[in-house]
């Protein structure tokens, strides 16, 4: 490179002495000129094209260093640096390049630092992560994830090879299509063994799979579910059996103090019959042993039938349930679960919307989903109750439920029927205006007979 630049500067001094030459001459030759004056002008061109020369080499090697700095630099080799090069245009270039050859330096050094920290802490989780691209091949993957995989993991390998758990293939493959964060249960990944995974889009158009082993904490819940569930089944006899015995009892004369100590056990042996009950509901519920049936359901029919069924205990309260809108649309829902959704919303309204002539229950279209929902104009409720509300045994009102007959679980039963069918639950309100409760379905479209879904499973 020195060479090829000496000789370029070199012929472009030579050719510039050339034609100056060639000019003299032909000045000499037409014009009288003092001889002394020819040579002293021959003598001057000769001793600049010397220095021209001197000066051309200098500047070429200070090129060719600055070249070869610049290969270094496309080769990765960042430590590299440029001599001090004197003054002048070449010596500002030089020191420019050579102060951003030290940042990057320093920039690459401390990137170097920060992703050995990052993948020491990735390494040290308990947690498997797993980078997969957007060819759905691996791209990275911590130690806990090499000991999980079905086969021995490498970066570049697919990603269907290294894990065959299909709920992750299709959380993954959503995520990488779609670009949203994807939650799933896992049950295949490894034997026995029970995984909670999020997945999260990557900027590079990958994603990113970590997943958490809810094993004992699987373990536990079933437990606990199936002590209530055992619980709820021993008590359900004996409360019958108490029951039947008071009302056969309050059946018989008898005086007002004893009528009285009659009812109190009546009362509250129906109040444990019925918390039992909720108690057997959820636990079905939460485990899923009642499975859905779900298939396409007109919103209307949903809602004419929550009026229908309800319309004769409103208005012995002095209530009348109206049906304030209904959309034309179809919803993939179990029709008999989402009745005891409604029954219970609708039940839960009648206790606190007394004051009120009115019950509103209706549905709107809403971003991929039917949205539903019952609405008294009771006393309402304070903010700082609401994210508690579906909580079990969650009251606003300890004293007030207990007189409704409330056990606090029918909330909890609405929260997990909804999720079941991959969809939400919440509530508004403000003090004084009543309370809006709603639920969102995903819709159903109807295709050449046959019903797709458009709303995916939530877990």
């Given amino acids: 490179m020195k060479q090829r630049i000496f000789l370029k500067t070199f012929l472009l001094i030579f050719l510039v002495a050339g034609i100056s030459a060639v000019t003299f001459y032909f000045i000499a030759r037409r014009y009288t000129v003092n001889s002394a004056l020819l040579a002293a ?31 270094e630099l496309a080769a990765a080799n960042l430590t590299v640096r440029l001599p001090e090069m004197g003054g002048g245009e070449l010596a500002a270039l030089a020191a420019t390049l050579d102060g951003a ?8 050094r401390s990137l170097g630092s920060s992703r050995t920290q990052l993948e020491t802490l990735l390494n040290s989780m308990d947690d498997a992560v797993v980078a997969v691209s957007a060819k759905r091949e691996v791209s990275w993957f911590n130690g806990a994830m090499k000991r999980l995989a079905a086969a021995p993991l490498t970066v570049g390998m697919p990603l269907i090879r290294a894990v065959r758990d299909p709920e992750l293939l299709r959380a993954v493959a959503d995520v990488l299509d779609h670009r949203n964060v994807q ?52 008590l359900r006899t004996p409360l019958t059996s108490l029951l039947g015995y008071t009302e056969t009892l309050m059946d018989e004369p008898m005086d007002s103090k004893a009528r009285e100590f009659l009812e109190i056990i009546r009362r509250n042996a129906q109040r444990m019959s019925r918390l039992t009950e909720d108690l057997l509901t959820l ?34 309260r002095g209530l009348a349930i109206e ?26 309204a009648l206790k606190y919307a007394a004051s009120s ?61 909804v999720l079941n069918h991959g969809g939400q639950v919440g509530v508004t309100s403000d003090l004084g205006h009543g309370a809006m409760f709603w639920f969102r379905l995903p819709l159903a479209q109807v295709q050449h007979g046959n019903t797709a879904v458009t709303g995916a499973k939530s877990h």
């Fill in 357 to 417: 002539k009115k019950i509103e229950i209706g549905a709107t279209t809403r971003m991929g989903n039917v949205e539903f929902f019952v609405h008294d104009f009771g006393p309402g409720i304070s903010s700082e109750h609401l994210p508690r509300l579906f909580e079990r045994f969650y009251r606003v009102d300890k004293a007030r439920s207990r007189e409704a007959g409330g056990t606090g679980l029918g909330l909890a039963i609405v929260k997990h029927i």
């Fill in 41 to 71: 002008c021959g003598i001057s061109l000769l001793l600049a094209s010397l220095a021209a020369l001197i000066s051309a080499a200098g500047i070429a090697k200070r090129l060719a260093k600055i070249d070869g700095f610049a290969d």
């Fill in 183 to 234: 939650i799933a249960t896992l049950y295949s990944v490894s034997p026995g063994r029970t995984f909670g995974m999020t997945s999260t889009p990557l900027p590079d158009g990958g994603a990113v799979c970590v997943l958490r082993d809810n094993t004992e904490i699987a373990r536990v819940e079933r437990t606990r579910r199936d002590f209530i569930a055992n619980v709820s089944h021993e």
């Fill in 101 to 108: 050859a030290r940042r990057l330096e320093s920039d690459f």
């Fill in 283 to 316: 636990a079905r519920v939460e485990s899923g042993e009642d499975r859905l049936q779900q298939a396409a359901v007109s919103a209307h029919e949903l809602l004419r039938d929550a009026q229908t069924s309800f319309s004769e205990v409103a208005k012995a």
């Fill in 323 to 348: 049906i304030v809108q209904s959309p034309d649309t179809q919803v993939f829902a179990d029709k008999d679960a989402i009745h005891q959704v409604f029954a219970n919303l609708i039940d839960n």
